[in-house]
């Protein structure tokens, strides 16, 4: 595709339950980034990928978290037993390796 | 050593005004400084960036300063207009650390008619 597109855009959950965000980068670009981003703060770096493989998950803030790539393509980000902390728009970024970033929309995550 | 300290937390400048954010840094191996602008329900968007063996690089309006000695970098936004109102975030690229940018806290401008 033309950019890097996300689903869902918006997404409420209930404390406790289970959710997936999805991750499409531009066609080509072997490094891809998820980055978590609450309500007026800076971006907070989860996990990197370099075609399927996360050398770095540095990032990832409990075991509830994981991610995984397929086909060094499209990643989907996994939030399990989601906690109200969970909250915040969850922002992917593909890039060639060595260049800069580009930023999908993000899915903004509400847990009740 | 991988910071990036960004300041102002946020900017009121009046219409036409020059708007300045600065970012400074420890770790002489980045070699790489963009510039990202984030809109309200937008995800960050490459704004400008710019490599040490520069001192000034310009795009319309916006313009960075990089000063290595100091290892500090800058926006500047001439004749800032009320659609300029948003996120600016600065950040440093490693080439050695999986390509990984480095991310300043952010400013949130707003520019007012």
């Known amino acids: 595709g033309a950019g890097v597109s996300q689903s869902p855009s918006n997404k409420v959950t209930e404390k406790g339950k289970d959710v997936e965000l999805r991750c499409d980068p531009i066609s080509g670009h072997t490094a891809l980034y998820w980055y978590r981003q609450s309500l007026g703060q800076g971006l907070e770096f989860l996990i990197y990928?370099?075609?399927?493989?996360?050398?770095?998950k540095s990032g990832l803030p409990s075991d509830r978290f994981s991610a995984e790539r397929t086909g060094g393509s499209v990643s989907t980000l996994t939030i399990q037993r989601t906690q109200q902390e969970d909250s915040a728009v969850y922002l992917c970024a593909s890039s060639l390796s060595g260049s800069f970033s580009f930023f999908g929309p993000g899915t903004r995550l509400t847990v009740l | 050593q991988q910071q990036v300290k960004q300041s102002p937390q946020s900017l009121i400048v009046q219409k036409g005004g020059i708007s300045i954010i600065n970012c400074a840094y420890e770790?002489?191996?980045?070699?790489?400084f963009p510039w990202y602008q984030q809109f309200p329900g937008k995800g960050p968007a490459l704004l400008i960036a710019i490599r040490p063996d520069v001192s000034e690089k310009k795009e319309g309006r916006f313009t960075i300063s990089f000063n290595k000695s100091a290892k500090q970098f800058s926006l500047h936004i001439m004749d800032s207009q009320p659609g300029d109102s948003a996120t600016y975030f600065c950040?440093?690229?490693?080439?050695?650390?999986?390509?990984?940018?480095?991310w300043g806290a952010g400013t949130k401008l707003i520019i007012k008619p």
């Open positions: 990928f370099q075609g399927n493989s996360a050398p770095d």
């Open positions: 950040a440093a690229f490693r080439p050695d650390s999986n390509y990984q940018l480095i």
């Open positions: 770790n002489t191996a980045f070699d790489y």
